[in-house]
C-alpha cells in the first residue's frame, strides 16, 4: 500500500512557494503506485499538530495546476518554530502521532533554515521512535539566504519586482527633479543579508544608468558617508534613488529603526526605515524627497515573477518527491548553477545537517569599495535568476488566481494539542 | 510652410503620459504638410519659459514608438504653476515670445487641472496679443478627478497596479494571518479625491472575496468606527486589508498626518498616513500589523499599465493634433463613455473653461453606506478603466524602456528668463 505525504509551507510566503506545492502535488499524483493522498498541514506546522490536515486529493487538477501561478501560500503558513527534542518534546511527539494516525510516509517542508532545521529534527526523531518518515525540504525564502543551494526559490522574482520597481519610480524621479523630488527612497525586505537590496542595484543598466545608493544590512550605516554620496548624486545627476534595507544598523549592530516588537521564531520586527532615512536626507540635505515601503507587495507580485524562479521552484518540488521516492531522507533539493555565461542549472542535493540554521550572507565581493552599490559579480549572479516573464492568466483586469477548497481530512486522534 | 509645435508634460508623471507623446509626436509626423517639427519643453513649461527646447525630430521613430511602453515624463515634467494673467504677464509674455521665436503655431499641454488652466490663459493671450497659437490640453492624471471626460489617461493603470497590489498581498496576508499578520494597510495617492483608493476595492472580487476597508478622502475619519470595522472583519475573517488614501481628513478637515510641508502648487505634501493607522491599530485592537507606501511604485508601474489606459492615452494624444489640424483652440480631446455593458468609448471635446480648475470628487452613490467600501456602481464604472494587459518588452530582466537623446533646440532669443 502506497503510504500518504503530508507537505506543509512554513514561515513568510512568496511569489512562488505555491509553485512548488503544484510540483509536489502533481508529481504525487503521477507516481500514485507509491504515494497516496498527499495531505497539506492547514496554517504549515500548526496545522499538523493540531491534526488540523487539508486533503490535497479534493482539488481538481485544473486548481493544482493554477497553484503555479498564484502567490503566497495557499494552505497557509505560519511562523512557528519548534525548538530543541528536549524543550519541544512533546510536539515532536505529537508529529509522529499524526503521521502515523495519517499513516503519512513523507514530509515535505517548505521553508527557510528555520523550517530546515524543523525538517532534520523530524527526520532524527522519527527515526529514534522507530516509525520512519522521509523528511525533504523544499527551499522557499524571498531573503535568498539558505547555504548550499546557489539561490532560494522566491527570491528571483522578488529580484525581479525589485529592480523593476526601482527602474520605474527613477524614470519618475527623472521626469520631476528639475523642480520637485530629487531623491526617492525605497524601502526592501532583508533582516541581515542584503540580497534583496543588491537586486536594486539591477535597475541601473549600461543602456539606461540610474543613479543609486544601496543600504545594505552587512554594512553599518554611516550617516555621513551616507550623506555625502547623496549629495554627490544629486550634484552629478540631479536625483538619486535610495535602496534601505529594513535591517540597516549602525556600527554598533542598533537597527536604526526599531519597533520593538518581535515575531514567533525572536526576530525583532522591522519596518519603517523608509521615513527615517527620508528625515535624515531632509535634515541633512533639504533635498526634496519621497519614499516608499514595498514591505509585502515584493514577495506576493505573482504579476512580475521571473520564469526562471517559477521553473526552479517547480524544479525543487518536483525533486523533492522524487527524492523521496529514492529513498532520500534528511536532504533537500538544491539548485546548482552549471555554468554561468550561459546560465545553466540542475537539482542537486544537500544534507539538511549543512542547511539547517546557517545564514549565507551577501558576500563581500558582492559590494563594491564604496558600500554603496552592487559590483560585476553580483550583477552577473542576480541576472539570470531575474529572467524571463512567466505571467497569470488575467481576468477583469487582475490577475486570476486560484483559492482552493481546502477541505479538510476528518481527525483520527482523540486529543487535542495546544500550540 | 508648415507651423510647429510645441508639447509639454505638466505635474506628476503617470505609466501612460509617455504613450499620449508618442501619439501626438507620430501623428504630427504623419501630418507633416500641416505640422513641422514637434518641439518639447525640457521639463515641461519650465523649459518653454527658459527657451529649452528638445527637438523630437531628432529621435528615430522605433525610439518615439516605445515611448507608448515607457512610463514617465520623457521630456521631462515640472510641478510649476502660471499665475493670473496679471500676476504672471511677463511670463505669459516670455511663453509667446518663444513661441513666435520658433513659429509654433500649436501648443499641446499633457497634464491635470492646473495644466488645463495655464492652456487656457496661453490660447487667450496669445489671441491678445495677436500672435495665433492654438492650444490643445491633454488630460492625463493618476487622480482621475478632470472633469467632463468620463476618465483620465494614467488612472487605469494605477487602478491596475493598486487592486493587483491589494489581492497579491490580501493572499499573502490570508497565508499568515492565523499566528502573524492580521491587518495589512497600504498607503495610496489621492489628495482630495478617492479615486485610487477605490480602485483597491477591485481587488475583491466574488469568486475571490477580500476583506477590505477603505479610507476615503472624502468621508471623514472617525477612529471609533475605523477600528470597529478593522475590529468585525478580523472577527469574522481572520484578516482585513485596510486601503487608505493619503489625504484622508478628520471631521475638521485636518490631515491624519501633515509633514508641513508645501508642493510648488501650494498643495500641501502629503505622506506616511499608513504609519498613523498602523498605530491606531496598534493601540486600539492589538492586532500584529504590516503597512506598505506604494508612493512612486504605483504611478509608474508601466509593467502592469492597463490596456484600455494605454489605448485612451494615445487617441487622446492623436486627437489633440487631429483637432489642432481641424483648427480647434481652447479645448481638450475627452473620453466619452458610449456604453458601459459592453463598454465601449470614443473621443469627444470638451471647452477649457468647462474643465480648468474643477476637481471631479468620487461621486458619494460610490461609496457604500458603511463609508469604508465602494459600491456595484463604482466596480462598474471602474472595471473597464483596468481591462486588458500591454506588457513592455523585457530586457535582462526588466522592462525594456527607453531614453531619449532629448537634443536641444538651438536657442534664438537673446535673452534670459528666470523661473
Known amino acids: 500500500m502506497p503510504r500518504n505525504a503530508i507537505y506543509a509551507q512554513s514561515g513568510g510566503v512568496t511569489a512562488v512557494i505555491n509553485a512548488s506545492a503544484c ?5 504525487a499524483r503521477k507516481n500514485s503506485g507509491q504515494i497516496g493522498k498527499v495531505y497539506a498541514g492547514r496554517n504549515g506546522i500548526v496545522g499538523i499538530l493540531r491534526e488540523d490536515l487539508i486533503d490535497t486529493s479534493e482539488e481538481s487538477s485544473e486548481s493544482i495546476a493554477r497553484l ?4 503566497a501560500g495557499a494552505f497557509g503558513s505560519c511562523r512557528y518554530k519548534l525548538k530543541s527534542m528536549q524543550e ?5 511527539q505529537r508529529l509522529i502521532d499524526v503521521f502515523a494516525a495519517h499513516d503519512v510516509g513523507y514530509f ?3 521553508g ?3 523550517s530546515a532545521d524543523t525538517c532534520l529534527k523530524i527526520a ?3 527515526e529514534q521512535m522507530g516509525y520512519p518518515v522521509q523528511a525533504i525540504h523544499v527551499p522557499k525564502t524571498v531573503d535568498n539566504d539558505l547555504p548550499i543551494t546557489d539561490n532560494s526559490p522566491g527570491f528571483g522574482s522578488v529580484a525581479k519586482y525589485i529592480a523593476t520597481s526601482v527602474l520605474e519610480a527613477s524614470l519618475d524621479v527623472a521626469s520631476m527633479s528639475l523642480t520637485s523630488t530629487k531623491v526617492f527612497i525605497l524601502e526592501v525586505m532583508g533582516r541581515h543579508s542584503g540580497w534583496i537590496a ?5 535597475a541601473s543598466s549600461q543602456e539606461l544608468p540610474i543613479p543609486l545608493v544601496i543600504l545594505f544590512p552587512e554594512i553599518a550605516f554611516d550617516r555621513e558617508s551616507f550623506v555625502k554620496r547623496v549629495q554627490d548624486a544629486v550634484t552629478c545627476h540631479g536625483q538619486v534613488s535610495i535602496i534601505v534595507s529594513e535591517g540597516i544598523a549602525d556600527k554598533d549592530g542598533r537597527f536604526l529603526t ?4 518581535s515575531d514567533a521564531f525572536g526576530h525583532q520586527q522591522l519596518g519603517g526605515v523608509a521615513p527615517t532615512i527620508a528625515s535624515i536626507v531632509m535634515q541633512d540635505t533639504g533635498f526634496k524627497y519621497h519614499w516608499a515601503v514595498a514591505d509585502y507587495l515584493q514577495r506576493s507580485a505573482r504579476h512580475i515573477a521571473s520564469r526562471t524562479d517559477v521553473e526552479q521552484a517547480y524544479a525543487v518540488g518536483e525533486s523533492a518527491v522524487l527524492m523521496a521516492l529514492a529513498g532520500e531522507n534528511s536532504v533537500m533539493p538544491a539548485i546548482v548553477r552549471t555554468s554561468s555565461h550561459p546560465y545553466a542549472w540542475e537539482i542537486g542535493k544537500a544534507e539538511l545537517e549543512e542547511v539547517a540554521n546557517i545564514e549565507k550572507k551577501l558576500p563581500r565581493t558582492f559590494v563594491d569599495k564604496s558600500g554603496f552599490g552592487i559590483t560585476q559579480a553580483c550583477r552577473d549572479y542576480i541576472a539570470p535568476l531575474m529572467e524571463g516573464e512567466d505571467c497569470p492568466a488575467f481576468q477583469n483586469g487582475i490577475p486570476h488566481y486560484v483559492r482552493l477548497k481546502n477541505k479538510s481530512v476528518p481527525r483520527k486522534l482523540g486529543t487535542d494539542f495546544e500550540v
Open 23 to 27: 510540483a509536489i502535488i502533481e508529481t
Open 68 to 71: 503555479r501561478t498564484t502567490p
Open 88 to 92: 519541544s518534546h512533546a510536539a515532536y
Open 108 to 110: 515535505f517542508y517548505n
Open 112 to 114: 527557510g533554515g528555520d
Open 124 to 126: 532524527r526523531i522519527s
Open 198 to 202: 543588491a537586486a536594486g542595484g539591477m
Open 258 to 261: 526599531d519597533q520593538g516588537r
